[in-house]
């Protein structure tokens, strides 16, 4: 299109250009390759098939050795939610992807964080992206009507940094396993009559037991752009095609940085392997009903490696609240909030009062 665009981009490694025309090129997840829009050349991205190196828990404590991205970044940090986002110099950064505030202000010093060593690259691309939330808009009831029509469309593709953990649990629990049992039961109406009836009791029995699992790529989320619980609703991912990490993934993207490191991140793990240890032993438990549940776990051979997983972001902030629309950036599983209108809904319940009032007049008559 504009070779004085081409000639003025700069030259740097995040830069990748058209094996053919030398036009400047970008990750394209639907043909998971460097797609040129110039002369319609896609040079793939091989996935080698080498090992993706896992680390040991110890290690977590250790200072990282290989740091940054392989490839020059621009640093942005969100002066509103604090997020930083390393992005491909091509990317233009308007607003935050975390919170669509513009605040955002370029960082001056290098980034410290480990070096990620696989990841999984974009494969829905951001056409899909951008279709799956307007699907997503016209299908919720009760919002406002400008939301449709306001500038919130613009969707950021990022990789957020999650670490991932790998782990056996070993549980042990006690609680007390509760049976029911009825009795008759004799009693006197308001009459005097005497009367009977059955009534159900608990019998309490200490239990204990056991139970093991093994846990594979634990995923906790290492940074603050994002609230957990949105991160979780668009889980599963599929952890057959991660990949090693190789900087021409980014291209186009941003990638954000972590700020839990390794050592939290195990705690957060372990927390959450614990909610479903204590969910396991539970169903373990006899009888009908239970009290007084205790789960000791202890975790073993756990191992940690850092990832990057892939997200299309929909930010904005409407009458002073932040709502996001997150999808999948691997399978499209989609989640998100969004501002209701109580005008509408108000509406709607004066409506259904209106129509069973009449309805109730109709049917008396
Ligand atoms: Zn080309
Ligand atoms: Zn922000």
Redesign the pocket.
Known sequence: MDSAKESSAPETGAQYRCSSCGAPVTFDPSQQALACEHCGNSDAVKIPLEEIPEHCIAEALRRPERKGYDIPVRRMR?Q????TVDLDPGVVAGK?A????SA?ASVEEESRVWRPESLLPFKVSRDEAAHAYHKWLSSLWFRPGDLKDSAINEISGVYLPYWTFDARADSWWTADAGYHYYETVTYKDSQGNTKTRRERRTRWEPASGRHYDEYRNVPIYASQ?LPVSICRAIEPYPWENMAAYDPRFLSGFGAEEYVVDAVEGWSRGQERMNGWEREKCSRLVPGDTQRNLRVVTRFSEAKFRHVLLPVWIV?YSYKGKTYRFLANGQTGKASGKAPYSWVKISATVLIAILVLVLLGLYLGM
């Open positions: 969100c509103s939610c604090g997020a935050c975390f919170c669509g505030a955002v752009g930010a």
